[in-house]
């Protein structure tokens, strides 16, 4: 079975530092894209980040210039340091990746992880 565990969620300071990891663990072929998304109390779920498996990324604009992500793929592990918080910056934050598996063939089948708390206190 397929799992996406997420850590490092915290409180923290606003202009503050966090690093958030997100694990693939199971019989998984490989990792497509993966990345992070946030949702926030009354909004909807927004990309933060994602990263391809030839290292091509994308953020959202509201974090560019604060946020890198970055994987380790012998790890199966994805990162979002994320820099200079803001209180704004506080949601849920929620690990998602395309995830090739082989099952009578293969197949790309999308999962999500459970979600951390990030707060960023003003």
């Known amino acids: 079975q397929v799992q996406l565990v997420e850590s490092g969620g915290g409180l923290v300071q606003a202009g503050g530092s966090l690093r958030l990891s997100c694990a693939v663990s199971?019989?998984?072929?490989?990792?497509?894209?993966i990345g992070w998304y946030r949702q926030a109390p009354g909004k909807q779920r927004e990309l933060v980040a994602r990263i391809t498996n030839i290292g091509w990324t994308n953020y959202a604009d509201s974090v560019k210039g604060r946020f890198t992500i970055s994987r380790d793929n012998t790890k199966n592990t994805v990162y979002l340091q994320m820099t200079s918080l803001k209180p704004e910056d506080t949601a849920v934050y929620y690990c998602?990746?395309?995830?090739?598996?082989?099952?009578?063939?293969?197949?790309?089948?999308?999962?999500w992880g459970q979600g951390t708390q990030v707060t960023v206190s003003s």
């Open positions: 199971g019989n998984i072929a490989s990792i497509d894209t």
């Open positions: 998602n990746a395309d995830i090739r598996i082989v099952q009578g063939g293969v197949r790309t089948i999308e999962y």
